[in-house]
């Protein structure tokens, strides 16, 4: 599982913030017909999946079509494609606003209808809709590549430390609200959400979970790039607590555990940083909040165990 921590880019806050803006919006155009689809607890049926060349929505299975809408990062482009044709949408340069028009009308030309709803959602300061975001924007093909570099490796970590988990576990992937990449773990304890927060928190939090991810924008008032963590309902005791990888510490004021990106990426294996960094949050959950151990199994390796040879399989072949 090592690889070389080389392979983990520098990251810039500044040079990255305008492509991650953009790229945030537009995923919610088709982001938005997840919300068709049937709830899952904390969100888990919206996420884009990260692909080889970008982001992915899910199939969606609707009375029309069946579609899928692919964001290329690596190609500057927009694929929809159905169950009769595909379309693409080049994203060089214009606005939010002038991308919203031209994918409604391109996903009609393949029976697909549009959004339900157009309303920009968890961006501060944001036009309200897609129509109102009228700033020309550049398509910035080297971020775009970094975002992409970054997403597929740390998504390669969160996948590896997700899998021995006996509960629920929606797929890791963006959320496309808030741009973070999310893995999340489930238990049904009930988990009554604040009352004050936004419905889409509120109906995140019905249950307890444990939650480990990555954002390009950590922490809204100062530029922080890499991974966090935070345990749901926030127990107490977490802030003198070791978390897994030398550099990641407890934010009391963002309520979160981070691990900033440039310690991140000099660790000696990055991708084992992050399953150890998980492996420390869920073991607080443990500790703190009565979560069951037992619901993490042993880490398997498939391809000895592919290879081995068990009692049956040499009597098979005796």
Not at 47 to 64: A, K, S, W
Request: glycine share 8%; net charge negative.
């Amino acid at each position: 599982m090592s690889e070389r921590p080389d392979m983990w880019p520098k990251l810039d806050h500044a040079e990255l913030a305008p492509m991650v803006d953009y790229v945030n919006r537009i995923v919610q155009v088709a982001g938005k017909y997840a919300l068709d689809d049937p709830f899952e607890v904390g969100w888990g049926n919206i996420v884009l999946d990260v692909t080889p060349r970008g982001l992915r929505t899910p199939t969606f299975r609707h009375r029309d079509a069946t579609f899928s809408v692919h964001y290329r990062l690596l190609d500057g482009d927009v694929v929809i494609e159905t169950d009769e044709d595909e379309r693409r949408l080049p994203l060089s340069e214009g606005s939010v606003a002038s991308f919203y028009r031209a994918f409604c009308d391109v996903a009609a030309e393949l029976g697909v209808h549009a959004p339900r709803t157009s309303l920009i959602c968890e961006i501060p300061d944001s036009p309200a809709t897609f129509e109102d975001d009228d700033n020309e924007r550049t398509w910035d093909a080297h971020a775009a590549h970094l975002m992409w570099q970054t997403l597929n490796l740390v998504a390669g970590g969160l996948e590896y430390w997700q899998a021995p988990f006996l509960g629920h576990r929606p797929r890791v992937g963006v959320m496309w609200g808030g741009f973070d990449l999310s893995a999340t773990r489930h238990r049904p304890q009930p988990a009554p959400p604040p009352p004050d927060a936004p419905p889409f928190m509120q109906n995140a939090q019905i249950n307890a979970y444990v939650a480990v991810g990555f954002s390009f924008k950590n922490l809204p008032d100062r530029p922080s790039i890499g991974m966090y963590a935070y345990i749901w309902p926030q127990p107490d005791g977490l802030a003198d607590r070791a978390w897994g990888v030398e550099g990641a510490h407890w934010d009391e004021e963002a309520g979160l555990v981070l691990l900033p990106w440039d310690v991140l990426r000099q660790t000696p294996d990055p991708r084992q940083a992050i399953v150890l960094f998980g492996d420390a949050v869920y073991q607080a959950a443990v500790d703190t909040a009565d979560w069951p151990a037992e619901l993490v199994g042993p880490r398997v390796d498939g391809w000895h165990m592919s290879r081995t040879a068990t009692p049956a399989t040499e009597y098979l072949h005796g």
